[in-house]
Structure formats: C-alpha cells, structure tokens
C-alpha cells in the first residue's frame, strides 16, 4: 500500500535531514529523489538518493525555495509524494496546497493547520479558546511603536518581542523598559518585512509578557488519519543562544510529573483544535519556579531535534510520517525510556556563534552503544555560507541522564572535525558546566556561560 500510495518520494530539503528522510525512506521500500542546488551537488544525500534533480544556483531563492523548480522535479521524476524536512518550504501552506492540487501527497498536515499555526498571533488566540494556558499579551498585530509602548505598559515589564509570523527566534528579543522596547521593536519590524512578508499597513509584531528564568519544553504530538492526537513526550530545549537552540534533552527535569501530564493534555488539545495530521511540536515557556506553563508557538513540521523523541521511545518519527500520509492510523504504545541527549554540531565560532564555513579535511564521527549522529557532511565537503551551519547531530541514548552525560562526553572528544570552525569546544564546555550538569538551568545559560553575549 505505501507504494501505491507515496513512492517514488521527492525530499524537498538538503544536507543532515535530507540524508536522514533518504534512509527511512529506502527502508521502507520506497524510492528516494533528492533536489539540490549547484552548490550541494557533492554532498552525500545527493550521492545516497535512488535519484538526484539540479534545482539551480545556490542561492535558496533560486533553489530549495524556488516551489515551481520543486513541482517540475517532483512531475519530471514521477514522484507521488513530496516531504520537505524542516526549514525551506516546509511550513509554507501555499507550497503544500500546490502539492496536494498536482495530485502529490503531501507528507505533512493540512495547508489549512498550516496557515492556521503559521502566524504566531493567530495560534495563541486558537489556542486560548482551546483551553491551553497563554502568556499575557498581544491579540491583534501591533503595527507600530506607540502601539507597543501602550501593550508593554498593559502586560507589564519585561516582555517578549517578536515577529508575528516565522520562526526559529529570529527578530526575538527581550525588553525591561521602555527604551529596550523601541529598540526591540525595531528588530522585530524589520524582521517581519524582510522574513515574513507583511502586508504594507506595518510589520506584524507579537508582545507577550516574558517569563524570568522559563525552561523552553515542547511536545511532540502526532496527528492520527482517524482523529487521534497522540503526545509521544517531551524535550527539553533551553540551551540556546540569541533564542536558537544549541542542545536539547529528554526528559525534561524541570517538570514534575504532574506539570508533565498537564503539558501533554494540553499539547493533545492544541493538535484536536486544528484537526492536526502528522508530525508537530507544540512549543511552551515553563515558570520552573512556580511548576506551570505557556503556550509558545506550534511547529507543523518535523524539528531538528527529533531524533531526541526517537532514541527515547524507540520510535521512527519519519516512518511514521510516511504512514499517516498514507492513511494509517496505527497503535502505539508510547514508554520513554532512558535519557537522550542531542547537541548540534554547527560550523561555527565557539565563543562568539558567527558562522565559519570552510572545506572540511577531517571528519571522524564517533560510534559506540547509545551513540548516533545524523550528518549531511563528509570529509571533502565544503560548508558554504549559502545555509544553515548545522553539519551534523550528535545524540547519546543512556540508562540515565548521568550515563547520558557520560556517554556525551566520550562522543564529543572523539568527534573529530577539522577546516571549518566548529562548536565542539563549546559542547565540551557544557558538559563541564556545573549549572548544565546539575539540571538545574533555564534558556539563560548560554548567555551567562559567555557574560550576557548570547
């Protein structure tokens, strides 16, 4: 039936995730055709598809991003379902009904719960009327600073600020008073424009209040053909700079067991409001302290980190994909156990976070028992400056989280990668770091590990 149905697949995406999708859907008997730009085309997911389409130069608008190049290559290779990872096209509703309307599969939810969670104003308000917990803050779009200056004095400082729509922290920062607020909503205004396409009556911004000392906790949910939304656990993702995540952890240890069920109730909830299918992260800021939760944002697409849920579940997160958009429905019976640890591997400065691309001439990946790294380079490869830095995924499965942290610290001395600047150091560097070790650490580390500068 999955042949029938989806093969051949179109993996509408490059590098780490591209190579990953390819495996799964090579294990499942399904034909796998990849897309490039000029400037991937020695890449190894290029080299691991069954069958490999040039899209154009490197620049993504003319590539990866370029929908019209993606339809004629998915029509050209007779593909009959496309997945388009995370990033790029992914969350783009517009692409996704473009697929389903050429009688293509798409292998995500519905261009409708797309645009219904795409605009981050939009899905609090949804998700509000759902019953799930919100921050204070903004219901319609704040449109300019006098606007922003009244709902900060409403909510109450310090507030978060951000873009209405995207994602990823861009344009996101935090003010404690009126004049960080000016400055802040400058960066969110000019974000909106350029990244998220705002309409011409002002940049669509978003003010909630901002939680001292949150813990960033997702969900991962799985919408079900037959109505089931099913929560699959949680990840922990605090560790980031300028609001990006660096390393992610499941369980989380800043949630009781009671803050969990309720988090994952709810998670359930916000999927049934949207008629949720597939894979999707519903995002929340945790008050550690006072042991209670906020809805963030949804991703409806898969994360980065999902190989975190994987290795703790023993479940195939793109399998599973695959088979809901098939018209699956199957049981699971869902047990985490043991502690994972994932910590992205960027080609990047380890002090400062600038990226630093190059030609890579060593890259030796770890292996051993609990160990797994999805990577979308090899040795040969050259970083450019075109994308994202992420090289690779470095996850370590334990009995627990100080196994975890042991088997971590193996893993990263014994990842070996040289030409391009890395954040291996920094990794090491963490797993030293007492708060980190503790457990006991919010979405602030990284910048007090760097005196306030990530």
Not at 45 to 66: I, K
Not at 122 to 143: F, I, K, Q, S
Not at 431 to 440: A, K, T
Request: proline share 6%; glycine share 10%; hydrophobic share 45%.
């Amino acid at each position: 039936m999955l042949t029938e149905t989806l093969g051949p697949v179109l993996i509408a995406n490059r590098g780490e995730i591209a190579r990953r999708i390819i495996r799964t859907v090579k294990r499942m008997g399904l034909r796998a055709i990849a897309v490039h730009s000029e400037a991937d085309a020695d890449l190894p997911f290029v080299r691991e598809a069954d069958e490999a389409v040039l899209l154009g130069p490197a620049n993504p608008a003319q590539s990866y991003l370029d929908a019209a190049k993606v339809l004629e290559a998915a029509r050209a290779t007779g593909a009959r379902a496309i997945h388009p990872g995370y990033g790029f096209l992914s969350e783009n509703a517009a692409f996704a009904r473009a697929v389903v309307e050429a009688g293509m599969t798409w292998i995500g939810p519905s261009p409708e719960s797309i645009d219904r969670m795409g605009d981050k104003i939009n899905a609090r308000n949804l998700m509000e009327a759902a019953g799930v917990p919100v921050a204070a803050g903004t219901r319609e779009p704040v449109t300019d600073l006098s606007l922003a200056l009244r709902a900060a004095e409403s909510i109450g400082y310090p507030v978060m600020v951000k873009t209405a729509g995207g994602g990823g922290g861009i344009g996101m920062s935090v003010a404690h008073d009126d004049e960080a607020l000016a400055k802040a909503y400058e960066q969110a205004a000019r974000a909106a424009s350029r990244f998220a396409g705002d309409a011409l009556d002002g940049p669509a911004v978003l003010i909630e209040r901002y939680i001292e000392r949150a813990r960033h906790v997702e969900v991962q949910i799985l919408g079900l053909p037959d109505g089931r939304v099913l929560a699959l656990g949680e990840r922990d993702c605090s560790v980031q700079r300028r609001h990006q995540k660096v390393v992610e952890e499941s369980p989380s240890l800043g949630i009781t067991p009671e803050l969990r069920e309720r988090m994952l109730a709810a998670a359930v909830r916000a999927g049934e409001a949207v008629g949720y299918l597939g894979a999707g992260t519903v995002e929340c800021l945790v008050d550690a302290d006072a042991q209670d939760f906020v809805f963030l944002e949804m991703n409806t697409r898969l994360q980065v980190e999902h190989p975190v849920t994987e290795l703790v579940t023993g479940l195939d997160l793109v399998e599973l994909q695959l088979r809901v958009a098939a018209g699956e429905s199957p049981d699971l019976d869902v047990r985490p156990r043991g502690h994972a640890i994932e910590f992205r591997v960027y080609a990047e400065d380890p002090k400062r976070f600038f990226p630093g691309p190059g030609v890579i001439t060593t890259w030796d990946e770890p292996v051993g028992e609990g160990v797994r790294v999805d990577s979308g380079y090899e040795s040969g490869n050259t970083v450019t400056p075109f994308y994202d830095p992420l090289m690779a995924k470095l996850c370590v499965l334990g009995e627990d989280r100080a196994d975890a942290l042991a088997k971590g610290r193996k893993a990263v001395e014994a990842f070996a990668v040289a030409g391009p600047k890395n954040n291996l150091p920094f990794c090491a560097e963490l797993l030293d770091d007492d708060e980190f070790v503790s457990g006991d650490y919010d979405t602030a580390l990284v910048a007090r590990m760097r005196g306030g500068r990530a």
